[in-house]
């Protein structure tokens, strides 16, 4: 049974489909968390082919109950709960005058609600074990974004939750710190690029020509970063957002 058991929402593909292969390929046995349960099923099923421990679960990461079954489920199956990672975000983008109630409902349920009820149901485990790591997920987005009120609202508060749950989980031994990417390529940027009228490609090299490293982001390079928060190299750290932008913030 591997050492350390992590839990990543919004698994099934992305920077958390990566993120949950690498923390398997670290030792993790992973519980693969997304709304989808086929697809949550289907991407532990190719961590399990190669060689890692996963399982899927359908879980919509805003619903308490949903969230309080998933991770009830993850200890029961998996035997701990030490690693939490706040992955799965959706984009409901428009400009303030445009956006709906539910625009911008569904964006903070998702990725602040979502974080707050994951976060309070893996610290119950995290509290009794005396340890832990929180992985949240801001972005650059959190500094303002035009067309994004909800979505930017949503990253800063993740900061700001960060911080707090830092100060709070920190006398029992857990870490909680944010991970903040900027372009990387996934069918979440490829969805912005067609709302704009632009092949996802073209995004990538326009954004790649206005960043200092000059190309976007992959979901191993958020992947990596997460890792090593998550890791006992990072055991010192907490309370920290760290950007992954290739040097552009918006
Ligand atoms: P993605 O490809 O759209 O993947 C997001 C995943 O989250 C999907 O599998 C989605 O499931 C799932 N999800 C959505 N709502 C959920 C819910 N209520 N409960 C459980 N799972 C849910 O996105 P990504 O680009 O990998 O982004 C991952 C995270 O990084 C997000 O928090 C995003 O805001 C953040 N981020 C991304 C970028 C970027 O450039 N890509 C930059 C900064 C920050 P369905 O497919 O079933 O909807």
């Known amino acids: 049974m591997p050492a350390r058991t992590a839990f990543v929402t919004g698994a099934a593909r992305g920077i958390g489909a990566a993120t949950a292969a690498r923390l398997a390929e670290d030792g993790c046995a992973v519980a693969v968390v997304d709304l989808d349960p086929d697809a949550a099923v289907l991407a532990a099923g190719k961590i399990n082919a190669a060689g890692g421990t996963a399982i899927g679960i359908g879980c919509d990461v805003s619903d308490e109950t949903q969230v309080d079954d998933a991770v009830a489920r993850t200890v029961a199956d998996l035997g701990s709960l030490d690693v939490l990672v706040n992955n799965a975000g959706v ?27 994951c976060s309070r149901a893996a610290q119950k485990h995290m509290v009794h074990n005396r340890s832990g790591a929180i992985v949240n997920t801001s972005s650059v987005s959190a500094l303002g974004n035009r067309g994004q009120a909800n979505y930017a609202a ?53 954004t790649a020509e206005i960043t200092p490293l000059r190309r976007v982001g992959t979901p191993a390079d958020i992947a990596n970063v997460v890792a090593f928060l998550a890791s006992d190299d990072a055991g010192f750290v907490t309370g920290q957002t760290l950007y992954v932008d290739g040097g552009r913030r918006l």
């Open 91 to 117: 984009l409901r983008d428009n400009l303030l005058f445009k956006m709906s109630v539910d625009d911008w409902d569904t964006v903070l349920a998702v990725h602040l609600r979502g974080a707050f009820l």
């Open 154 to 206: 949503a990253k800063a508060g993740i900061q700001g939750l960060t911080r707090t749950l830092a100060m709070e989980l920190g006398p029992f031994g857990i870490r909680v710190n944010a991970v903040a990417p900027g372009f990387i390529a996934t069918e979440m940027t490829a969805a912005t690029a067609e709302r704009m009228g632009l092949s996802a490609e073209d995004l990538q090299a326009k």
